[in-house]
């Protein structure tokens, strides 16, 4: 894998070898055809090594526990996304709701006290993400320092000082 950074806005994502190779090639390629003369501004976006498609990446996982699943039981949390490296990419917020078959949310009366009665038996359940999936830390940082704030994070954990209060801001806040 090879760690790529745009240098306009920070963002990075790691590409497989293959892509970089190939992306390399297109370079020479096209430095090759700007020393021929060619007019290398009117390329399709396709061909443009410098161009990136949007698409789906990987920014790092979380771990969803799911022991209370043993038990019929609602589980919700805000859970921490962590990069190869281990570092906070973001939050994920989850809630996994055992439900019938149809999808209906189980009340409380369907509460297992022994998990050995679900054995072998059909089990259901919901994931929930919500609408307010990620928050990229690291962006929301760069933001929080352009505007003079600090964030939850910012020094060993500590919240921002004085300074985020006066300008009313609530960056670091759940």
Request: aromatic share 8%; proline share 3%.
């Amino acid at each position: 894998m090879v760690k790529m950074k745009n240098l306009l806005n920070g963002n990075t994502w790691l590409w497989p070898h293959g892509k970089f190779v190939d992306r390399k090639y297109m370079i020479q390629d096209m430095y090759q055809r700007y020393l021929d003369g060619e007019d290398v501004n009117s390329i399709p976006r396709e061909e443009d090594p410098f161009w990136e498609p949007t698409e789906d990446i990987l920014i790092g996982t979380a771990d969803i526990f799911l022991q209370s699943l043993v038990n019929a039981m609602d589980f919700s949390d805000q859970l921490s996304i962590t990069d190869y490296k281990g570092q906070e990419e973001g939050k994920l917020r989850v809630n996994i709701i055992p439900c019938t078959q149809a999808g209906l949310a189980l009340d409380e009366d369907n509460y297992v006290e022994d998990s050995k009665e679900l054995l072998n038996k059909p089990f259901h359940f919901k994931v929930r993400g919500g609408g307010q999936i990620i928050s990229m830390l690291r962006e929301l940082r760069d933001l929080a320092e352009k505007a003079g704030i600090e964030m939850w994070g910012g020094k060993e954990g500590e919240r921002g000082g004085e300074r985020e209060r006066e300008r009313g801001g609530d960056m670091g806040k759940d």
